[in-house]
Structure formats: structure tokens, C-alpha cells
């Protein structure tokens, strides 16, 4: 106050008001712009780990809740790690048959039955175009319920769904956090091949295996 009072006496009104803007500027709006800068950011970084059709994680967030997943505390340190790949069978037929807005549609229902039947400590994601992930700390026995349980589902949609499933399981090292993600990183590509052995047996079916040690795994 008395500072545009002393510049409005020497400099004028003109001046003074100049003088105050600039301030303003400086003070309120440069920080409350950087703030909100930084939450757009902020929000734009947490949007970028969702599949925008789905709502389920995308691959680079999923990778994130895996890493979460393996380095959670863990009473028992031979606690499993089990991978479930999950990809529709003829969704291109769906598409070509019924259009893409129909093919949406079916994408997001099977996102409603993961949310579904994922409970506990997993993780899923929509990875691919019709293809899609489960990460659960648990033994191949919860895994295969699971992935029985979407398979069921998925048939009792209006469109019949039917899809091909692999399922990976080894225990958790409990050791170096590195270690862990290499399990983890193994355990998927595992399941994956698991998942096109199912495809070419046919599809609308399980394949799963389950290592003892993580020897066995890198045979």
C-alpha cells in the first residue's frame, strides 16, 4: 500500500499500476501456473499407465504393479508367482463380422470380468489388442481358478467369447529385488508360449505349468 502510494507521488498513476501488475504476476500467477503445470504432469504421467479403452493398466503400468507385487512383505518367503496370458480367440472375425464398435465393446467386458475375478494381491492389464495378463502372488492352483473363472464368464457373454490361457508358476526368491524381476520377466514369456499352445490346440482351454524351483524354470 504505501509503495503505490510513494510511486503514484513521483512516478504517477500509470506507473503505479504497472508497477502492481508486474508484482501480481511475479508473486500469484507465475506460481499458481507452475503448480498446476506440475498436476497436469502429474496426471498426465498416472493416465499413461491405463489403456484408455478399458480402463485396465497398459503394459508400462502393469510392469509397475508387477514390480509392486513381487516387492510386497512376505511372511513366507516361498510364496509363488503366477502369470496368467489371456487372448481372445477370433476377435478378428468379431471385428470384421460385427464392426469395431462392437469389438470395443467386447474389450471392455472382458476388462469388467477381470476386475471380477482378480482378487488379493494381482495385477491385470490389457497388454495387446485382444490380448491380456494376470499377475497374482500366489500358487498355479489360485491361477488356474482364476483364469477358469474368466473362461467361464467369458462364454456366458452374448457373444459366446471363448479365449486361450497360460499359465506360469515358481516361487518367489525372497531375496534380491532384482532377481525377482528376472523371475518375473521369465514367468511371462512362459506363460505367453503357454498361451499359443493353447491357441493351436484349438483354444477356449488351459495350459499351465508349475516350477518347483527356479532351476527347474531355467532348464
Same mark, same amino acid.
Given at each position: 500500500?504505501?509503495?503505490?502510494?510513494?510511486?503514484?507521488?513521483?512516478?504517477?498513476?500509470?506507473?503505479?499500476?504497472?508497477?502492481?501488475?508486474?508484482?501480481?504476476?511475479?508473486?500469484?500467477?507465475?506460481?499458481?501456473?507452475?503448480?498446476?503445470?506440475?498436476?497436469?504432469?502429474?496426471?498426465?504421467?498416472?493416465?499413461?499407465?491405463?489403456?484408455?479403452? %478399458?480402463? +485396465? @493398466?497398459?503394459? =508400462?503400468?502393469?510392469?509397475? $504393479?508387477?514390480?509392486?507385487?513381487?516387492? &510386497? !512383505?512376505?511372511?513366507?518367503?516361498?510364496?509363488?508367482?503366477?502369470?496368467?496370458?489371456?487372448?481372445?480367440?477370433?476377435?478378428?472375425?468379431?471385428?470384421?463380422?460385427?464392426?469395431?464398435?462392437?469389438?470395443?465393446?467386447?474389450?471392455?467386458?472382458?476388462?469388467?470380468?477381470?476386475?471380477?475375478?482378480?482378487?488379493?494381491?494381482?495385477?491385470?492389464?490389457?497388454?495387446?489388442?485382444?490380448?491380456?495378463?494376470?499377475?497374482?502372488?500366489?500358487?498355479?492352483?489360485?491361477?488356474?481358478?482364476?483364469?477358469?473363472?474368466?473362461? %467361464?464368464? +467369458? @462364454?456366458?457373454? =452374448?457373444?459366446?467369447?471363448? $479365449?486361450?490361457?497360460?499359465?506360469?508358476? &515358481? !516361487?518367489?526368491?525372497?531375496?534380491?529385488?532384482?532377481?525377482?524381476?528376472?523371475?518375473?520377466?521369465?514367468?511371462?514369456?512362459?506363460?505367453?508360449?503357454?498361451?499359443?499352445?493353447?491357441?493351436?490346440?484349438?483354444?477356449?482351454?488351459?495350459?499351465?505349468?508349475?516350477?518347483?524351483?527356479?532351476?527347474?524354470?531355467?532348464?
Amino acid at each position: 500500500g504505501l509503495y503505490f502510494v510513494r510511486v503514484v507521488a513521483e512516478d504517477g498513476l500509470v506507473r503505479a499500476l504497472s508497477d502492481c501488475a508486474f508484482y501480481l504476476v511475479a508473486v500469484v500467477v507465475i506460481p499458481l501456473c507452475f503448480q498446476y503445470m506440475v498436476y497436469l504432469l502429474s496426471s498426465d504421467a498416472d493416465e499413461s499407465d491405463f489403456d484408455p479403452l %478399458t480402463a +485396465l @493398466l497398459n503394459r =508400462r503400468g502393469f510392469d509397475r $504393479a508387477v514390480r509392486q507385487v513381487v516387492g &510386497a !512383505p512376505r511372511r513366507d518367503r516361498t510364496t509363488k508367482l503366477s502369470f496368467v496370458m489371456i487372448d481372445l480367440d477370433g476377435f478378428k472375425a468379431i471385428n470384421d463380422t460385427f464392426g469395431h464398435t462392437v469389438g470395443d465393446e467386447v474389450l471392455i467386458t472382458v476388462g469388467e470380468i477381470l476386475r471380477c475375478a482378480c482378487r488379493g494381491r494381482a495385477a491385470f492389464a490389457r497388454i495387446g489388442g485382444e490380448e491380456f495378463v494376470v499377475a497374482y502372488a500366489g500358487d498355479r492352483g489360485i491361477a488356474t481358478a482364476i483364469a477358469e473363472h474368466v473362461r %467361464t464368464q +467369458l @462364454l456366458d457373454t =452374448r457373444w459366446c467369447l471363448t $479365449a486361450s490361457f497360460g499359465i506360469a508358476s &515358481a !516361487p518367489l526368491l525372497g531375496g534380491d529385488a532384482d532377481d525377482d524381476d528376472g523371475l518375473a520377466d521369465h514367468l511371462l514369456q512362459v506363460a505367453d508360449q503357454l498361451m499359443y499352445t493353447a491357441k493351436r490346440a484349438g483354444g477356449d482351454r488351459i495350459e499351465s505349468v508349475d516350477f518347483g524351483d527356479v532351476c527347474e524354470l531355467r532348464r
